[in-house]
């Protein structure tokens, strides 16, 4: 299992080799206005980090999110539609280096957290992935070992923002979309 922490071959910095992505863009599914959820909360946090800093991350791909995706599309050469297909996806994750991204091949913890719960391993893990997600990283709670408090909220915010029913229950569906959100953000770092 791949904990998150890519690097880069030692002649070259983070983030400036020249692989692409387009692995990680050829998994991403067709975004529609309208839509909600974890794969537009992935775009908007994408589009974030390429400039459109109004984007906040809300998980609706309605009003500035339409406006941001045409603008990039017309930027790239895409048909402004507003559809987030394959030639977006790949124009605004595949160009990212796979130090950034994991290019796809990050896994998810396949263990789950409970509100409560004390365990120094699984928090490193959560905290390592809540760290890489705009806006949390500019409000992280002292560290824990136990999953209490503000850190209950931020991944419930999170769930929200994801779709993902906001229980504060760390599962398999808030893993996948904490990953994926990372991923398409360019967020894993060296």
């Not at 409000?139 to 503000?150: A, F, H, I, N, V």
């Amino acid at each position: 299992m791949t904990s998150g922490v890519l690097s880069a071959s030692p002649a070259m910095a983070c983030g400036e080799e020249k692989e692409r992505s387009d692995k990680l863009a050829a998994m991403m599914p067709q975004v529609n206005p309208g839509d909600t959820g974890q794969h537009v909360l992935a775009l908007q946090l994408s589009l974030r980090n390429d400039g459109y800093t109004y984007l906040n991350g809300t998980g609706n791909y309605s009003g500035n999110t339409l406006t941001a995706v045409q603008d990039f599309q017309r930027k790239n050469g895409i048909n402004p539609s507003g559809i987030v297909g394959s030639k977006t996806w790949h124009a605004l994750v595949g160009k990212l280096p796979p130090s950034l991204t994991g290019n796809g091949e990050m896994t998810p913890p396949s263990f789950g957290i409970n509100p409560g719960e004390r365990n120094d391993e699984k928090m490193g893990w959560l905290n390592n992935a809540v760290q890489r997600i705009y806006p949390y990283y500019l409000d992280l709670p002292e560290w824990s070992d136990t999953y209490q408090g503000r850190m209950v909220s931020i991944v419930q915010d999170f769930q929200r923002r994801a779709g993902i029913n906001p229980s504060g229950i760390v599962g398999p569906k808030t893993w996948n979309a904490m990953y994926e959100v990372i991923a398409a953000s360019g967020g894993w770092g060296c």
